[in-house]
């Protein structure tokens, strides 16, 4: 297994179009996160996967973000009529449950960039 | 409220220790973790430490916990130009799913 996968890892648009961000996580974690992290900050929680089922969402999230995890293997995060503030590193993670600690693993992360 | 918190930057000679710091709020947090990031990279989770621990040693990572003062820290013996990185600290917050990342001590290892 190679890891957390993510793509695009760089991606630029126009102020107002539509992105989206695929994440491949590991094969056998059943958890899956996304998190919004911008220069000199920590990541900021997006929303929570187990499995298909999307159980939390940060009450910070726009209605312009979306997120699905059709089967519970791959996630896709879209964001729609992108804003500048917009502008961020995006990281999926998966986790496992590791003797009680739920160790999350991160992807390289995808950088979005609006113009 | 949720917020973890930790000094921004840390420059350290190679060969010294290093100490990062930081303070949480969730006392009833079961786990908490340590994670690095470096240059284009996203995190990689370096230890964590069960709560009713006061500190855990690995190889050269040493993390103590005080949850009266609801502080952690992470030594790092024998610091290296590779462990030049951002450090972050986390938290799951109670009743929730999410992990709260502090916003990251960058340390600087001078050679």
């Known amino acids: 297994d190679t890891g957390v996968s993510q793509n695009p890892r760089h991606k630029i648009t126009k102020r107002g179009q539509n992105v989206t961000f695929r994440c491949d996580p590991i094969?056998?974690?059943?958890?899956l996160y996304w998190y919004r992290q911008t220069l000199g900050q920590g990541p900021e929680f997006l929303t929570y996967f187990q499995n298909e089922a999307q159980l939390e969402k940060s009450r910070l999230l726009s209605d312009r973000f979306s997120a699905e995890r059709p089967k519970g293997s791959f996630s896709t995060l879209e964001i729609q009529r992108t804003e500048q503030g917009d502008s961020a590193m995006y990281l999926c993670?998966?986790?496992?449950?590791?003797?009680?600690?739920?160790?999350?693993?991160f992807g390289a992360g995808s950088r979005l960039t609006v113009l | 409220g949720e917020d973890v918190e930790q000094s921004l930057f840390l420059s350290v000679r190679e060969g010294d220790s290093s100490v990062i710091n930081c303070t949480y709020t969730?006392?009833?947090?079961?786990?908490l973790y340590w994670y690095k990031q470096e240059p284009g990279a996203g995190l990689q989770l370096l230890t964590y430490i069960f709560s009713n621990m006061d500190m855990k040693q690995d190889q050269r990572l040493t993390v103590l916990l005080n949850k009266k003062d609801k502080h952690l820290s992470l030594r790092i013996a024998d610091t290296q130009t590779g462990d030049s990185a951002i450090y972050f600290c986390a938290e799951r917050a109670s009743g929730t799913y999410k992990y709260i990342f502090g916003t990251g001590t960058r340390l600087k290892v001078l050679a």
């Open positions: 993670a998966s986790s496992l449950v590791v003797s009680g600690a739920n160790v999350l693993t």
């Open positions: 094969s056998e974690h059943n958890r």
């Open positions: 969730d006392s009833s947090s079961t786990y």
